[in-house]
């Protein structure tokens, strides 16, 4: 059984049909990418999956466990982690009380301060800005605030949507190193990314997205060679 | 003398309007919205205390309980039957439901209550002022004027119980609600859906749990200012609300909206001008030079006294 299924799912912007019936599946410690253009429904997906926007077809399954009319805030205690485009750190409060906010559902307080340090080591720059409003970093670092607070509620799979949108090349090398050992410590991976070289060259799978359908799936090695894919979102 | 007198009124009823000014504010940052029915819950706060009191069994503490209930109920259905089914509507619709709210609630009182005013015995009926102040001798504190070692001596500064209640109560509700905000878990929820409701859904937050909770604390707040207002001014009418409640939403617009600590500033930064220049320019301008003032205070700082830059980190 898959970690995450999606079966045929549609969902509507009012009268906009933004995802035309599209399934996929994420297996279990799978790095997975949803390459697309601009507006091809990626942002969507992920938004639906977390419950931020209604499906109005289909189904997502998480665990087997059916989540397609579980609210937001029910979905993250299952399991599911979402790091937003544009980060969306809470700008006016600090590192710290961000990062504990990801940890709004869990009760253990020794279990917190453990996936706490786990997250200082992951991103030591963190820690050196505790004390610091999270509005007062810079985007890389905001991004890793982002994916830090997704992190504390120790998810087992973890939705992540242009994490390099905006960030200096160096920076977008560093994202994706620290992706692939999140990966590797034992998180699955949905990623969303325009950056398309980059998101193939970490995946496992890919699926392409083209105006709310799915147009390609594959290795991500294969569809790395795909003339279609070349062309179109290589720029080669 | 006279000029303490003026500026302790002035604080205690800026108190008041602080009070009423946290649930419009608290409820902006959160539900982003102008509850403009805020004014009229503190009517019927003082209508259910009133009614509570005119019962011959209930002692006072019993009816300022009930009060609070009531308002706090109220607040918290209101949100649920007439806004939340708004929640993605255009600010103007909510803010249109929000006048028809305040209408209705008025007009209930006005069916069930009648228009005559009701005198409001005070909370603090019976108790002595807090201080009374004699020229050149030792102030009194907790004293009755005819327990006065003084003899027939008239004081030159009386602060009553009432006013002295009205600045306590506000400061301790402030503090416990600054605290409550900035150490709890909830209100740490509260902080996150003011800022980014979306992404504090993703964290796993209850957002309209969150906003239910807000409206509770909002509408509480608001009974207490309700019988500390009543108490000092005892006049109670359906329209009681309406006047503290566009002052209260001016400090609210006056310290930032939105902001927690702009409130309080706001508020008694409001009624000590209010207070002051019905003293010493005009008590029939006075309102007007309040307005004034924020018209003056949004020209060169439109976002209030405390209020954040708008700014944008892309």
């Known amino acids: 059984m898959a970690l995450l299924e999606i079966d045929k799912l549609e969902v509507y912007y009012g009268s906009i049909n933004a995802l035309k019936g599209i399934s996929f599946n994420v297996e279990r410690g799978e790095i997975i990418a949803l390459i697309g253009a601009n507006g091809a429904g990626k942002t969507t997906t992920l938004h639906t999956i977390t419950g931020l926007l209604p499906a109005k077809k289909g189904s997502i399954k998480l665990d087997g466990h059916d989540i397609t009319k579980a609210p937001a ?29 990801g940890a709004y559902t869990r009760k253990d307080k020794d279990e917190i301060a453990a996936t706490l340090e786990n997250v200082y080591y992951r991103f030591p720059r963190l820690k050196e800005r505790l004390k610091q409003t999270a509005g007062t970093l810079s985007g890389g670092e905001q991004q890793m605030l982002a994916m830090g607070r997704a992190l504390m ?18 920076y977008v090398s ?30 496992n799978r890919a699926y392409v997205l083209e105006t709310g359908n799915i147009v390609l799936a594959g290795d991500a090695s294969e569809l790395m060679n795909n003339e279609q894919v070349k062309k179109a979102y290589l720029g080669e | 003398m006279s000029f303490i007198s003026y500026l302790v009124s002035g604080l205690s009823l800026g108190s008041i309007y602080a009070l009423i000014a946290l649930g419009y504010t608290m409820v902006y940052g959160i539900a982003k919205m102008l509850n403009f029915a805020h004014g009229d819950i503190i009517m019927v706060g003082g209508y259910a205390a009133f009614l509570a009191m005119s019962a011959s069994w209930c002692p006072i503490w019993l009816a300022m309980i009930i009060s609070v209930t009531v308002c706090t109920v109220l607040g918290v259905v209101i949100e649920k039957v007439a806004y939340r089914p708004l929640r993605s509507a255009p600010p103007l619709a909510v803010l249109i439901t929000a006048i028809g709210v305040s209408y209705l609630l008025q007009n209930i009182a006005l069916l069930t209550q009648s228009a005559t005013p009701k005198t409001f015995k005070s909370i603090a009926a019976g108790a002595p002022p807090f201080l009374l102040v004699f020229e050149g001798k030792a102030p009194l504190f907790f004293t009755k004027l005819s327990d006065s070692p003084y003899g027939g001596e008239s004081p030159v500064l009386t602060i009553s119980m009432e006013t002295f209640l009205a600045i306590v109560v506000s400061l301790v509700i402030m503090a416990a609600l600054t605290l409550f905000i900035n150490k709890t878990k909830a209100g740490k929820a509260m902080l996150a859906c003011s800022e980014d409701r979306g992404a504090a ?13 807000t409206f509770a604390i909002g509408s509480a707040l608001a009974a207490v200012a309700a019988m500390l207002m009543c108490s000092a001014y005892p006049l ?16 609210a617009v006056f310290g930032g909206i939105g902001s927690i ?20 320019i005009s008590s029939q301008l006075s309102d007007a030079i309040v307005f004034l003032v924020l018209i003056v205070v949004l020209i060169i700082r439109p976002t209030g006294i405390m209020g954040k830059k708008i700014s944008e980190k892309v």
């Open chain 2, 201 to 213: 859904q993703l964290m796993g937050i209850n957002v309209n749990a969150t906003i239910s909770m």
């Open chain 1, 153 to 170: 509620s120790k998810p087992s799979i973890i939705l992540m949507d242009e994490p390099s949108m905006g960030l200096s090349p160096l």
């Open chain 1, 73 to 101: 805030h029910r979905i993250v205690s299952m399991g599911m982690a979402h790091v937003p485009e544009g980060r969306r750190v809470f700008a006016q409060l600090t590192v710290y009380e961000n990062l504990m906010l």
């Open chain 2, 261 to 280: 600590p702009g409130a309080m500033i706001g508020g008694v930064l409001l009624g000590v001008i209010e207070q002051l220049s019905k003293a010493y």
């Open chain 2, 236 to 251: 109670l009418s359906p329209t009681t609300g309406s006047m503290p409640g566009i002052k209260a939403f001016v400090a």
């Open chain 1, 174 to 203: 560093e994202i994706f190193d620290i992706i692939q050992e999140i990966n590797k410590a034992g998180t699955t991976v949905l990623l969303v990314e325009q950056n398309a070289k980059k998101a193939l060259s970490i995946a």
